[in-house]
C-alpha cells in the first residue's frame, strides 16, 4: 500500500537534521537593526525545529537604498496598488548567487530597511514571489523597530515558500495534504481560521514534518537551478 503525503518515509543518505538554508542580503541601513533581525531568524529557527528541520542564514550586506520598485499584482489587495522590487532585478541577483553557491541555499532573502522600502496604495511589509529566481525561493521583508512585526512578517514570507518547494521537489500539492482550498491564503493568511490562525505556523509545521524533512533533503537536480518566473 502506498504511504499517504504526510507518513514518514525514510531517505536513503539523508542528512540526519535536514536544513532549511537562507542567504540574506541586507540593507547596510539595517546596522542599527541588526539584532532584531537575528531575533527574527532565531524565533523562526525555533518554529521549524518542531520539524526537526534546522534553518542556517549567510549574511551579504549591500547598499539597498536604489533598488526599483514596480506595482505588483495581488488580488486580495481589491484593486489597490502595492509595490515590490523589479523582477529582472531579482533574477539578476539570484543568478549572482547561483554562480557561486550553486544550490547551497534554498532561499535568497532581501532584507530592506523601511528607510528604503517603498509602500503603494495598500501597504505591505513583505513578499514571497511565489516561483523560483534560479532555483531559489525569494523573500522582501522590510525591517521596522517594532521587533514582533518584524519577526511575524519573516516568519509569514519564509512559510509562503514551504508549498513551493514541495511542489516542485516531491510533486506534493500541500493544499490537498491539508484539505484547502489554497495554501497561501487559507494557510498562511489565516482564512480558514480554525485551524489556521495567520502567524501561528508550528501546528501546521509539526503537521507537514515528514514532507518537509524529505523537502530538504532532497538536492535539486541540474534543470531546477535556472528556474526562473517572470513577469
Given amino acids: ?38 531575533v527574527a531568524l532565531e524565533k523562526i529557527k525555533a518554529d ?4 526537526d528541520i534546522d534553518v542556517s542564514w549567510e549574511f551579504d550586506y549591500r547598499n539597498l537604498s536604489a533598488l526599483k520598485w514596480v506595482p505588483y499584482n495581488y488580488a486580495g489587495f481589491n484593486g489597490l496598488t502595492s509595490l515590490g522590487v523589479d523582477f529582472s532585478y531579482l533574477a539578476s541577483e539570484t543568478r549572482k548567487v547561483r554562480e557561486t553557491y550553486g544550490d547551497k541555499f534554498d532561499c535568497v532573502v532581501f532584507i530592506i530597511d523601511e528607510r528604503n522600502w517603498k509602500q503603494g496604495q495598500a501597504p505591505t511589509w513583505g513578499w514571497n514571489l511565489g516561483e523560483f ?7 522582501l521583508v522590510m525591517v521596522q523597530e517594532n521587533e514582533e512585526y518584524l519577526y511575524k512578517t519573516f516568519s509569514m514570507e519564509i512559510f509562503h515558500a514551504m508549498d513551493n518547494f514541495i511542489r516542485v521537489r516531491l510533486g506534493i500539492d500541500i493544499a490537498e495534504v491539508l484539505n484547502v482550498g489554497d495554501f497561501d491564503e487559507d494557510v498562511v493568511h489565516g482564512k480558514l481560521n480554525p485551524p489556521y490562525v495567520v502567524f501561528e505556523y508550528r501546528p501546521t509545521i509539526l503537521k507537514l514534518a515528514p514532507l518537509l524533512q524529505q523537502t530538504f533533503s532532497y538536492k535539486p537536480p541540474k534543470f531546477l537551478q535556472n528556474l526562473y518566473f517572470g513577469l
Fill in 133 to 139: 529566481f534560479n532555483g531559489y525561493q525569494v523573500e
Fill in 48 to 51: 521549524y525545529a518542531v520539524a
Fill in 1 to 38: 500500500m502506498n504511504p499517504s503525503p504526510i507518513d514518514p518515509i525514510e531517505i536513503s543518505g539523508a542528512e540526519p537534521r535536514p536544513k532549511l538554508k537562507l542567504f540574506c542580503i541586507v540593507d547596510f541601513l539595517n546596522g542599527d537593526k541588526g539584532a532584531k533581525v537575528l
